[in-house]
């Protein structure tokens, strides 16, 4: 057996635990949420986000889920809804800074704060073996700024309790700094990254603008970005960065009023964005997101995850 052949085994192995941890319903001490916690998931119209959507209603949340569409959006919502769920959608283009300030309004006018926030919403134009930056510009900010944007608009939102909120992005391992296949060149850049003490937003801003900067004038493919889907990937390491600076900024804040935030990669899930060529089913896919944002000793925070475990950046 080779080595994708045991990697796979494995693979197949975890996921074959965590079913079994799907089953084991959590104990009365362990819920620290009830129906009136709310949890708000972009991009939850379809693929991922909709499945952390039914998850978190299956739980006992109450789930608002976004989509740029709002048409789409409610039809989403009504399937839910007629479930037995508590569910509503509004429309929210992380692209688009007014609808997050709209969005941010009618969340504080109808609910007053939010208990969860799992960033979902993103894209991805490359399949297969593909490596088109065609639309880098696109990707970065959508994945990275958009996915920052939302955060900056909702921590203000975010509900005191001793339980902690919580933050989660989804992200991919693709993102990794020193990742097996992805790695980032640039060993100057490299450390600037590792480095959570001196890294700052400016830090990550700057890469992701230089990185597009070079796909403008073509000399990207020489300067040691990731060469696996290399748009996404960067976009999902400014995630994994942000993530961690993040969680340094929020631990100050006083007991009582903690916001814990982690990221996670689901997978090459068989969903619209991978041409439904994933591996990984989606309920698979949204499993471990849901685990972060439901963990009843929350204490973790500035981490990356994947099929429930720690993984390294």
Same mark, same amino acid.
């Given at each position: 057996?080779?080595?994708?052949?045991?990697?796979?085994?494995?693979?197949?192995?975890?996921?074959?635990?965590?079913?079994?941890?799907?089953?084991?319903?959590?104990?009365?001490?362990?819920?620290?949420?009830?129906?009136?916690?709310? &949890?708000?998931?972009?991009?939850?119209?379809?693929?991922?986000?909709?499945?952390?959507?039914?998850?978190?209603?299956?739980?006992?949340?109450?789930?608002?889920?976004?989509?740029?569409?709002?048409?789409?959006?409610?039809?989403?919502?009504?399937?839910?809804?007629?479930?037995?769920?508590?569910?509503?959608?509004?429309?929210?283009?992380?692209?688009?800074?007014?609808?997050?300030? @709209?969005?941010?309004?009618?969340?504080?006018?109808?609910?007053?704060?939010?208990?969860?926030?799992?960033?979902?919403?993103?894209?991805?134009?490359?399949?297969?073996?593909?490596?088109?930056?065609?639309?880098?510009?696109?990707?970065?900010?959508?994945?990275?700024?958009?996915?920052?944007?939302?955060?900056?608009?909702?921590?203000?939102?975010?509900?005191?309790? &001793?339980?902690?909120?919580?933050?989660?992005?989804?992200?991919?391992?693709?993102?990794?700094?020193?990742?097996?296949?992805?790695?980032?060149?640039?060993? &100057?850049?490299?450390?600037?990254?590792?480095?959570?003490?001196?890294?700052?937003?400016?830090?990550?801003? @700057?890469?992701?603008?230089?990185?597009?900067? @070079?796909?403008?004038?073509?000399?990207?493919?020489?300067?040691?970005?990731?060469?696996?889907?290399?748009?996404?990937?960067?976009?999902?390491?400014?995630?994994?960065?942000?993530?961690?600076?993040?969680?340094?900024?929020?631990?100050?804040?006083?007991?009582?009023?903690?916001?814990?935030?982690?990221?996670?990669?689901?997978?090459?899930?068989?969903? &619209?964005?991978?041409?439904?060529?994933?591996?990984?089913?989606?309920?698979?896919?949204?499993?471990?997101?849901?685990?972060?944002?439901?963990?009843?000793?929350?204490?973790?925070?500035?981490?990356?995850?994947?099929?429930?475990?720690?993984?390294?950046?």
């Amino acid at each position: 057996m080779g080595r994708k052949e045991r990697a796979e085994e494995r693979r197949k192995q975890r996921q074959q635990e965590i079913s079994l941890f799907r089953t084991i319903p959590y104990s009365d001490h362990q819920r620290w949420w009830n129906s009136e916690t709310i &949890a708000v998931v972009t991009g939850a119209n379809r693929g991922i986000g909709f499945e952390i959507a039914r998850q978190l209603c299956g739980h006992g949340l109450t789930v608002i889920l976004t989509s740029r569409d709002s048409a789409i959006g409610r039809e989403a919502a009504s399937v839910l809804q007629e479930g037995g769920f508590n569910a509503v959608s509004h429309q929210l283009d992380v692209l688009d800074p007014s609808s997050i300030e @709209q969005f941010a309004e009618w969340v504080q006018q109808n609910y007053g704060f939010v208990d969860i926030l799992i960033n979902n919403a993103g894209v991805n134009y490359n399949m297969g073996s593909e490596n088109s930056v065609e639309n880098a510009e696109n990707v970065i900010a959508t994945n990275y700024f958009g996915t920052k944007n939302v955060i900056k608009a909702m921590v203000p939102l975010m509900k005191p309790s &001793a339980s902690g909120a919580r933050i989660v992005n989804v992200s991919s391992r693709l993102g990794r700094i020193n990742g097996r296949r992805n790695k980032i060149e640039d060993s &100057a850049l490299r450390g600037q990254l590792e480095d959570v003490d001196s890294l700052s937003e400016e830090v990550i801003d @700057q890469m992701v603008h230089t990185f597009v900067e @070079q796909v403008k004038d073509g000399t990207w493919t020489s300067a040691g970005w990731p060469q696996t889907f290399t748009d996404y990937s960067v976009s999902k390491l400014a995630v994994n960065c942000y993530t961690r600076i993040m969680a340094k900024v929020l631990s100050d804040r006083p007991e009582g009023e903690k916001i814990f935030i982690n990221c996670y990669c689901p997978g090459w899930v068989k969903t &619209a964005m991978t041409g439904w060529a994933g591996n990984v089913s989606v309920e698979e896919g949204a499993d471990t997101g849901v685990w972060l944002a439901l963990l009843p000793d929350q204490s973790v925070t500035g981490k990356i995850f994947a099929e429930r475990r720690e993984v390294h950046f």
